[in-house]
């Protein structure tokens, strides 16, 4: 096929905006039951944006048969910390999960049958541990019902639904992971109190089970005011694991001894992580396949693996994944939810014998081919503070196109959420519905971002809208220095967290020609006092803690500095954000209109933190393409609504 010279951002591309919303799946949170007749069933949640972002739990038995089991309109979600996660939990063939729509508990029986655990209140649940000898399931609750603060606790359920939530362990601000030992003897969790998250400094505690169902006296096991402790698991001979970054990284330790002359071993002291940050629940990025051989997903210069770890030794696990979940056996295979470096990924059976993978759901039914993908390509530069800062790089790639020879394509700068957090490598339509119509993308890890060790994470503190953006444009100076991009015709794009520093590199520096914020953050002060319980302390960390920081938090909000801002902006708000309210976006609208500024503002009812919908995906999508458009003057291919700045 002859290649066509066509200016950048005009290429016609195989990923149209309504085929990504409308034939999207999202596939999370694999677990392995029963179904009533005994047969092993294989259990995950599909996020459909098609039916309104509903998530849907489904069962199957990996020879491609499957089944919704929790019908419209029910949506298998959780808002404990608003982000949810853990939503649901199986022993056998009985489910327990949280209903989006009224926050109650349900339990769902091998016979289909769907009945509520939990009154309607005030309460929200997530995180659930079946207690199956003692009849219940012991879980995180957090209680909107008393007026300021919502109250988070361990409680436990009754699987009868007879009778309230009872408290089971208190008096901390934040709990996670209940996880009882195969025996039932025993309980771990986790806590956290304000100001830390998760990653600053959590503990990790164990307590026997009496006889009554209550907690014996609570031992700290590990963790810390400035250590991160996550994900307890108990290996099949009752020995409490977890991970830990008191080495600077988020290494695997096992408990050794009992009481207080108990100590720990770190499995495989290394430069790896092998936790992420808890922004939701549910996070496994460990198991046990045997007595002493563990299946984890370590993360090594930003990229993911999927490895073994037995008798000290971390041996490569083969696999065409890129990045995936840590899988489950089921019938002599591995289950493994997934995407490569060059194709969609979905959910499928993994034979590790001989590598070969049969796919039962794909997350679209896209078909792209491989001419058509770019891939990442992973650089480092240097960053202002004279570390070195991380970035993948993917340039403009489509088989039918190139771009005439004396021009260099555009760059989209995109800035990931948290900030605590990281972007991977593994193919993401997000990024291909830019690489296939001419862009050059950069998705970089600044400074904050996981995967690169605490030191890396730490160099956000107090630094934020500092480092972060100055790490952004850092990477796209180098690519425009090595002549890969455009250096005038650069965006910089990014959602919550990403958002903000969005806002603040096109703010407080001169280097990017638009920019998208996608229900970002433009006065920090102001969603301090607003935001939800989880994240209201975020900033004393961030920035730095209030009132005592005010001249900082000012200093470091676009809101207060509009007049310093000099090019079109777009901005994309769910309307039910509780994360970050729309007044956010409204705010720096009106600075930006009151300037003069080009902007344009889509607001979207029925959307919270994050785009769930079809539609809204879609024409989000959409007036991104169309703002680009007009700011780097040329016309893309397809009909686009015009989009008024």
């Known amino acids: 096929m002859t290649c066509k010279t066509a200016p950048y951002g005009t290429w016609a591309s195989p990923i149209a905006p309504d085929l990504i919303a409308g034939h999207s799946l999202g596939i999370g949170d694999l677990a ?4 009533a007749t005994g047969d092993a069933c294989l259990y995950w949640l599909e996020s459909r944006p098609a039916e309104a972002g509903r998530s849907v739990l489904v069962c199957g038995d990996g020879t491609g048969f499957s089944q ?7 949506n298998v979600r959780s808002r404990v910390h608003e982000y949810g996660g853990g939503a649901y939990a199986v022993q056998d063939d009985v489910v327990v ?34 207690d199956a000898a003692r009849g219940r399931v012991i879980c995180v609750c957090e209680d909107h019902g008393g007026g300021g603060e919502p109250v988070n606790s361990l409680v436990v359920l009754d699987l009868d639904g007879a009778g309230a939530p009872k408290p089971l362990a208190g008096g901390h601000d934040f709990f996670a992971a209940p996880r009882l030992s195969l025996d039932g003897s025993q309980l771990a969790w986790v806590t956290w109190d304000h100001p830390n998250m998760p990653w600053d400094g959590s503990d990790l505690w164990c307590a026997a089970i009496r006889d009554d169902g209550s907690l014996g006296p609570a031992e700290h096991i590990a963790g810390g005011e400035a250590i991160s402790v996550q994900q307890p698991v108990w290996s099949p001979d009752a020995v409490l694991h977890y991970v830990s970054d008191e080495s600077g990284w988020w290494n695997l330790y096992r408990r050794e001894g009992e009481g207080p002359d108990a100590g720990a071993v770190n499995l495989y002291p290394a430069e790896m992580e092998f936790g992420v940050p808890a922004w939701g629940f549910g996070n496994v990025t460990f198991r046990f396949d045997g007595k002493d051989r563990i299946i984890c997903t370590p993360v090594t210069d930003g990229r ?47 034979d590790p014998a001989t590598g070969a993978v049969h796919w039962l759901r794909r997350s679209t039914s896209l078909a792209i081919a491989p001419e058509d993908v770019s891939r ?26 190139r771009g005439p020879s004396d021009e260099a394509p555009p760059l989209i700068v995109m800035s990931h959420g948290g900030p605590t957090g990281a972007t991977g490598t593994a193919f993401a339509l997000k990024i291909q519905f830019w690489t296939s119509r001419g862009f050059a993308v950069v998705d970089v890890n600044y400074g904050g971002s996981t995967g690169y060790g605490r030191a890396y994470r730490a160099r956000l503190d107090g630094k934020w809208g500092l480092v972060d953006a100055a790490d952004c444009i850092a990477a796209a100076r180098h690519l425009a220095a090595a002549g ?12 919550s967290a990403g958002g903000y520093t969005t806002l603040a590199a ?41 009132p005592e920081a005010q001249a ?35 705010a720096m609208v009106a600075a930006l209109k009151a300037k003069g500024l080009p902007v344009a503002y889509i607001a979207f009812e029925g959307e919270g933190h994050g785009f769930r919908r079809a539609d809204t995906i879609q024409r989000a999508l959409k007036a991104e393409l169309a703002f680009y458009a007009q700011v780097f003057g040329f016309q893309p291919a397809g009909e686009l609504e015009t989009l008024e700045l």
């Not at 919704?68 to 029910?74: C, I």
């Not at 949280?98 to 508990?105: E, G, M, P, T």
């Not at 016979?111 to 659930?128: M, V, Y």
């Open 304 to 350: 993911q693996g999927l490895a073994v770890l037995a008798d000290g030794r971390l041996t490569a696990l083969e696999s065409p994944f890129e990045e995936s979940n840590v899988p489950l056996a089921f019938g002599g295979r591995l289950a493994i939810r997934g995407a490569g470096a060059d194709a969609p990924g979905g959910l499928a059976l993994l």
């Open 32 to 35: 392995v039951g029963q179904r």
């Open 484 to 495: 890969k991009v455009d250096g005038k015709r650069m965006a910089i794009r990014g959602g």
């Open 552 to 586: 900082l938090y000012d200093a470091r909000s676009p809101l207060k500095h509009a007049d310093r801002l000099n090019c079109p902006v777009l901005f994309l708000q769910g309307l039910d954000d509780k994360v970050v309210p729309p007044n956010q976006a409204e």
């Open 68 to 74: 919704d089991l929790t019908p419209p309109p029910f």
């Open 376 to 401: 990442a390509e992973a650089f480092s530069f240097p960053a202002d503070d004279g570390t070195l800062a991380h970035a993948f790089f993917y340039p403009p790639t489509n088989h039918a196109y």
């Open 506 to 546: 096109l703010t407080f520096h001169d280097v990017f020609a638009a920019g998208t914020s996608l229900y970002g953050i433009g006065d920090l002060a102001a969603l301090a006092a607003d935001t939800h319980k989880f994240e209201s302390r975020y900033l004393d960390r961030l920035i730095g803690p209030l």
């Open 97 to 130: 999960f949280s209903n989006f729509a009224d926050n109650r508990v349900y339990r769902l029986d091998g016979t289909g049958k769907i009945a509520p655990l939990t009154a309607e209140s005030a309460r929200r649940f997530a995180d659930f541990a079946f």
